[in-house]
């Protein structure tokens, strides 16, 4: 059993007009213990909202899930109570944001921030025992002399000594599974692959699980086990990184792949370069959401959604040329 | 941090200078003076006093005059006739005035309890209603709760102090009788006991508080309302619900204390409401306040009052300044004066 199964997860966006679309339409993948699954895709695709929907953290009422099942070591966690989960919040399954800036309280301090996620999922543990493992959990996340960082507050910090912190928070009670959103994305490129080398360590140490989520490719091959190449709100691809790197089979991944710099790909040629707009949500195409950039683009595509279907035992695509494309 | 106010102290006094020196030379160049006033007075053939006694066709000699000039302090050059003044603040003497011969710092002190009183209740009120209703809009916004509290706090906006004070009292003392007329006590309130005289106080506080707070609502509770609804959907939030609090205890925690950051921040300069008061509401419902009289003293060029309220006012309200930069440090970390490093 997988430590997370999202099963045909659909999210909807309130617009202007008061009619709710289907942004993030029909979503699956898993997620063993230990393990990382890097989800991948341009801004914008959703990644956020299907991250965010696992624990009901969407923006209400703008976002909503308005399908599919969210198991955790087999629990619904979608449809449990708002008891239930907010145990789960922090305790089993943490939360990485993009902006360290504005993802803390710009009027609390650092040990107060830390402390109160422990206040809340650890109540009979005493003040000082609290104490001692904010120290720890600093130290942990690699903040230089964590003692004189306790009443720092947010302004006072870089910004990745802020997400930092946010790990910190977020280890704090060694939970299961770490969503990370975008968690290096408002960082210098220095900063950046520190932040991944510290979540890498961390990840092996505590072995957790992690959802890794990036816009950037070459980013996700460091770190993940399995990736999930996301576009226009689905899946396009997904798999056995190694596998999905080494042989793409959407022509989406591909593109991707062939815009990547560094990576040789047998295939690479500037005609992959992506051209189009990403359609918009108001007209999203009732056929394959990519057909209006696809060089394969054919009839059927048009008119009929591809579903996921396997390539590998583990690895799936949704394409209706995929087995053409590749020959 | 400490020498950052010990400098806003210290600028106290050449601003309070310049407000004052301004309005001395005002006084000096309007038209309609005392001694102008004490011309007339005597040429239309009036008693003016024991002080100054008409001669023959009811003009003043130019003795005479010079005696009064130097009575006023007008026969010096502005300047040393502004420094003579200054000092004699600096020595806790505001002067006589014109009008009645007595101190000034009397007749204010006079005037005192029933500004305070006014002030103090609206400032107090304005607080203890806004703060929480902004809150209540900003939870429930676009409830029939908010809906309706805008609308009558805009309404409250909309009108005229005075028009509030004249509607109210003629509906709720005219028509109704559920309240005085006016006044700040009744005749007999000496009779009453202590019970008596709270109540009679409250009833005919009742509608000038109203006629005050009418106007004063919107501001503050759209204040509180906007900057709790900015701090509920900030990005803190949703890291406070991802760590496991509920709703309500993340609100409480997190994003109460950011949005009163504003309203701290008006708060010192609402202190000069304290010695405020509007003459219009004061004359509506005959309250012998500060308003009224600084009004009056306007009006009558009694210039030693008038110099005496700005005196107290400025200060009140160069300390409330300092006070809004000394609550705003308090409420938010990020705040640091003066560029030393804060830790
Ligand atoms: N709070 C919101 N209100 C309205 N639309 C939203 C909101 N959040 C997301 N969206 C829409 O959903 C799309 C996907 O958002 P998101 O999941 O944040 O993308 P990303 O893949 O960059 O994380 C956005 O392009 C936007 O149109
Ligand atoms: S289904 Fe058609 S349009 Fe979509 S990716 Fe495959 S070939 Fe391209
Ligand atoms: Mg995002």
Redesign the pocket.
């Known amino acids: 059993m997988s430590l997370l199964s999202i099963q045909n997860l659909s999210v909807s966006?309130?617009g202007d007009d008061g009619i709710a679309r289907e942004?993030?339409s029909s979503i699956s993948f898993d997620i063993a213990a230990g393990e990382t699954l890097g989800l991948v895709?341009?801004?914008?695709?959703?990644?956020?909202?299907?991250a965010m929907s696992i624990l009901d953290l969407l923006?209400k009422p703008?976002?909503s899930r308005s399908n599919g099942k969210v198991l955790f070591k087999g629990e619904d966690i979608g449809s449990t109570n708002q008891t239930r989960l907010r145990q789960i919040r922090g305790k089993n399954i943490a939360v990485i944001f993009q902006d360290p800036m504005t993802a803390l309280n710009p009027v609390q301090s650092v040990a107060q921030q830390i402390g109160e996620v422990l206040r809340i999922h650890f109540p009979e543990q005493s003040r000082q025992q609290h104490g001692q493992r904010i120290l720890e959990l600093l130290r942990e996340v690699g903040i230089p002399a964590p003692e004189a960082r306790l009443s720092a507050y947010p302004h006072q910090l870089s910004g990745g000594m802020r997400q930092r912190v946010m790990i910190a928070m977020a280890l704090a009670c060694e939970p299961d599974l770490l969503i990370a959103?975008?968690p290096t994305t408002a960082l210098d490129v220095t900063i950046q692959s520190q932040i991944v080398r510290l979540l890498k360590g961390l990840q092996a140490k505590n072995g957790m699980a992690m959802l890794f989520?990036t816009?950037d490719l070459a980013l996700v091959s460091q770190v993940s086990d399995h990736i999930a190449v996301?576009y226009a709100?689905k899946i396009a691809e997904y798999g056995k990184a190694r596998d999905v790197f080494a042989t793409p089979h959407h022509p989406y991944t591909q593109s991707l792949l062939a815009a990547l710099p560094g990576i040789h790909h047998q295939a690479k040629s500037p005609l992959l370069a992506l051209e189009g707009q990403v359609p918009a949500?108001e007209n999203m195409p009732s056929g394959c959401r990519f057909a209006n950039r696809c060089r394969y683009v054919a009839e059927l595509c048009h008119n009929k959604t591809p579903l996921a279907e396997h390539i590998s035992e583990t690895n799936t695509v949704a394409c209706h040329r995929w087995k053409e494309i590749r020959s | 941090m400490t020498g950052y106010f010990v400098r806003r102290f210290l600028l106290i006094i050449p601003t309070f200078i310049g407000i004052t020196l301004l309005v001395f030379a005002i006084t000096r160049v309007v038209p309609g003076g005392p001694i102008e006033r004490m011309m007339t007075q005597i040429q239309l053939g009036g008693e003016t006093g024991s002080l100054h006694r008409s001669q023959g066709g009811g003009t003043l000699s130019d003795e005479q005059m010079e005696e009064l000039k130097r009575y006023y302090g007008f026969d010096k050059p502005m300047l040393s006739s502004y420094a003579i003044w200054l000092k004699k603040v600096l020595q806790f003497d505001l002067g006589h005035s014109t009008r009645y011969q007595d101190p000034v710092w009397e007749i204010i002190k006079e005037r005192f309890p029933i500004s305070i009183f006014y002030g103090l209740s609206t400032l107090v009120l304005t607080y203890a209603v806004c703060i929480p209703l902004g809150l209540a809009k900003g939870m429930y916004h676009g409830s029939t709760l908010d809906s309706w509290s805008s609308a009558v706090v805009f309404l409250g906006y909309a009108l005229p102090s005075y028009v509030i004070g004249i509607a109210l009292i003629s509906l709720f003392a005219g028509y109704w009788d559920m309240f005085p007329l006016g006044g700040f006590v009744s005749d007999n309130y000496e009779e009453f006991s202590a019970w008596g005289k709270a109540k009679d106080i409250f009833s005919h506080a009742v509608l000038p508080l109203i006629a005050y707070l009418a106007g004063s609502f919107a501001v503050t509770t759209l204040m509180m309302k906007n900057s709790l609804m900015d701090n509920l959907s900030a990005d803190y939030m949703r890291t406070a619900a991802a760590k496991g609090l509920s709703r309500s205890e993340s609100v409480r925690k997190h994003a109460l204390r950011n949005s009163l950051i504003p309203v701290a921040t008006s708060f010192g300069s609402n202190i000069s409401l304290l010695l405020g008061g509007s003459f219009l509401i004061e004359t509506i419902f005959n309250i012998d306040g500060i308003g009224l009289l600084g009004y009056e003293a306007i009006i009558e060029r009694d210039y030693p009052i008038v110099m005496g309220i700005l005196v107290i006012s400025s200060l009140l309200y160069l300390l409330g300044n300092i006070l809004s930069d000394i609550c705003v440090a308090l409420v938010d970390p990020r705040i640091r004066f003066g560029g030393g490093r804060g830790a």
């Not at chain 1, 895709?41 to 299907?50: A, F, H, Q, V």
Request: net charge negative; hydrophobic share 40%; aromatic share 0%.
């Open positions: 966006i309130l942004l993030v895709g341009e801004s914008g695709c959703g990644k956020s909202l299907t923006p703008q976002a959103d975008e989520i816009h996301m709100g949500i």
